[in-house]
């Protein structure tokens, strides 16, 4: 299994970004698909979750700010992210539950990272 995130750069204070994290390879059901993020440093911070089921839970500091969505056809989470400020500078990492095609049980894949800039 591979996790693919894509969409970070560099963004204004107040601008938007919309991140993606793809999964591919042997899978057979998604669990919960998540969003976090590290700034330089500091230690890994979760920004936003998904269940199964839609329900979501994000960290206080992006509540009213970022939207975490997930498409199951595609495989994939979206974090939609507005309003940003210079303190979301980070590295972002979307994590993903996956039951692989293969059977046994539910394991935590990370993706690479993508790097968020937002200036002042």
């Known amino acids: 299994v591979q996790l693919q995130a894509s969409g970070g750069g560099l963004v204004q204070a107040g601008g938007s970004l919309r991140l993606s994290c793809a999964a591919s390879?042997?899978?057979?059901?998604?669990?919960?698909m998540g969003w976090y993020r590290q700034a330089p440093e500091m230690g890994r911070e979760a920004v936003a979750a998904?269940?199964?089921?839609?329900?979501?839970n994000y960290g206080d500091s992006v509540k009213g700010r970022f939207t975490i969505s997930r498409d199951d056809a595609s495989n994939t989470v979206y974090l939609q992210m507005k309003s940003l400020k210079p303190e979301d500078t980070a590295v972002y990492y979307c994590?993903?539950?996956?039951?692989?095609?293969?059977?046994?049980?539910?394991?935590?894949?990370w993706g690479q990272g993508t790097e968020v800039t937002v200036s002042s």
């Open positions: 998904i269940t199964t089921g839609g329900a979501t």
């Open positions: 994590n993903v539950d996956v039951l692989s095609r293969f059977g046994g049980r539910y394991r935590s894949y």
């Open positions: 390879g042997s899978i057979l059901r998604l669990g919960t």
